[in-house]
């Protein structure tokens, strides 16, 4: 795909656009594509660009042995409880943001991904595993409440309180009984996956790509950020944030 001038990027970004396809690849692979404060604004900036370009289509992936590690956890314990929050805070408004997009949105996954990584995958309408990924969602290991209800849509409630409660990993053949991704397919197929996702989003004009959504997307987006909020509130972040990184080390 070529690239054409758009929303803001940086290096932690790669954007690509052609027709109604928008690419973005995570682009920090030396840090498993973690979620910087950085990468999150160039995240949002593009997803909220593509809501403006014509695209039908945006696809999610990442450079290097994983899609994402999640947080970035890197200088924490030098930031206040309040910034540590905000990135939080930012990172939820980007996941609404992919989950109501009014375009389909497809990730693929490979390698670990963890905590924010995991959700971003969760949020996206199409999700697609290479073979041996694993997903795992930590969070609540430190009390933050982050795409919880998103999750339980997509497997079901007791499926998503078994494997939250033990903060359990999961690969992808479970991924795929459970529905949380549709599809395994090794890297060497993503070629015909983005074909055949670039061909269907063409059956529906933008408007009623973007109807369909909201119908059959509920929307809980303020009872979602409300939860959060609550969560990374509660004094102690950066202790509890101490506490699970020093455990699970």
């Known amino acids: 795909m070529k690239g054409c001038e758009g929303p803001r990027v940086n290096d932690e970004l790669i954007r690509r656009h052609e027709g109604h396809v928008t690419h973005l690849t995570l682009n920090r692979r030396e840090k498993a594509n973690a979620l910087s404060a950085s990468l999150v604004e160039a995240l949002l900036n593009a997803v909220e660009y593509a809501c403006t370009d014509g695209t039908r289509l945006l696809i999610l992936d990442g450079a290097g042995a994983h899609f994402c590690a999640g947080f970035d ?37 490979h390698g670990q991904n963890f905590g924010a990584g995991a959700d971003m995958v969760c949020a996206c309408s199409l999700r697609v595993a290479a073979p041996g990924t694993t997903f795992r969602f930590p969070g609540l290991r430190f009390g933050v409440v982050l795409g919880t209800r998103r999750f339980a849509r997509r497997v079901g409630e007791d499926a998503a309180r078994e494997i939250l409660s033990a903060s359990r990993a999961f690969g992808a053949e479970e991924a795929l009984k459970l529905r949380f991704v549709a599809r395994i397919a090794a890297p060497g197929e993503w070629a015909a996956v983005i074909a055949e996702a670039r061909a269907r989003s063409e059956h529906l004009v933008p408007a009623a790509a973007a109807a369909l959504n909201r119908q059959t997307i509920p929307d809980s987006r303020d009872e979602d950020m409300a939860a959060l909020a609550r969560s990374v509130s509660v004094p102690g972040l950066k202790e509890r944030i101490r506490l699970f990184r020093e455990t699970s080390q």
């Not at 930031?79 to 805070?89: D, K, P, Q, T």
């Open 73 to 109: 956890f890197t200088g924490y314990h030098e930031a206040n409880e309040g910034e540590l929050a905000l990135r939080f805070i930012r990172i939820e408004t980007l996941l609404q943001q992919l989950h109501h997009a009014p375009f389909e949105t497809l990730a693929f996954a």
